[in-house]
């Protein structure tokens, strides 16, 4: 699997269920058998589509994106995109609300979804206190500190998958 078939969505991977992978799990465990987000595999197109041949929307191609830039900058994704895109455009953004100041996040408005007879706010619906994060917590689990995050290990994090 290249880049090139990461950002045109022809990996060859999709979505497994356990989509977005939590903080506190390495993403890598979702492409091992014995990984805590395997999901029997889940995660990998029929095996007679080979990379590049057969494209698929799947968030967990722009995850690993997102990883690759860790690791080849030393830099977690969100700062870097903040650090040589965004300021240098003078954008007030970031991915779930890093980077993004408290007067930006006081104007937010939540996406709505029609949910059990009722407009119902979604994920986003409030942005915390700046300069604080927000990503996907373990279900179940203690929930993880933005200190204990690992460069290069989970990249639905702060990905450039829909978070920004």
């Known amino acids: 699997i290249t880049v090139r078939h990461l950002l045109s969505h022809t990996s060859g991977l999709r979505n497994g269920p356990s989509y977005p992978v939590p903080a506190g799990h390495r993403l890598s465990e979702a492409f091992m058998v014995e990984g805590r987000n395997y999901d029997r595999g889940a995660w990998f197109g029929p095996a007679d589509h080979a990379p ?4 698929s929307y799947a968030d967990v191609n722009f995850a690993l994106i997102g990883q690759i ?10 700062h870097f995109m903040t650090r040589t895109v965004f300021k240098p455009l003078g954008l007030d953004i970031g991915y779930n ?6 007067g930006k996040r006081d104007r937010a408005a939540s996406g709505r979804r ?19 994060v927000d990503f996907p917590q373990p ?15 989970n990249g639905f994090l702060f990905s450039p998958l829909g978070g920004l």
Do not use: H, N, Y
């Open 52 to 55: 590049g041949d057969w494209f």
């Open 69 to 78: 830039i860790e690791r080849a900058t030393g830099e977690r994704f969100d």
């Open 97 to 102: 609300w890093s980077g993004v100041s408290q």
């Open 114 to 132: 029609w949910k059990d007879k009722a407009w119902t706010s979604q994920v986003d619906a409030s942005p915390p206190r700046a300069p604080a």
């Open 139 to 153: 279900m179940g689990e203690p929930p993880v500190l933005e200190k204990d995050l690992r460069l290069g290990e």
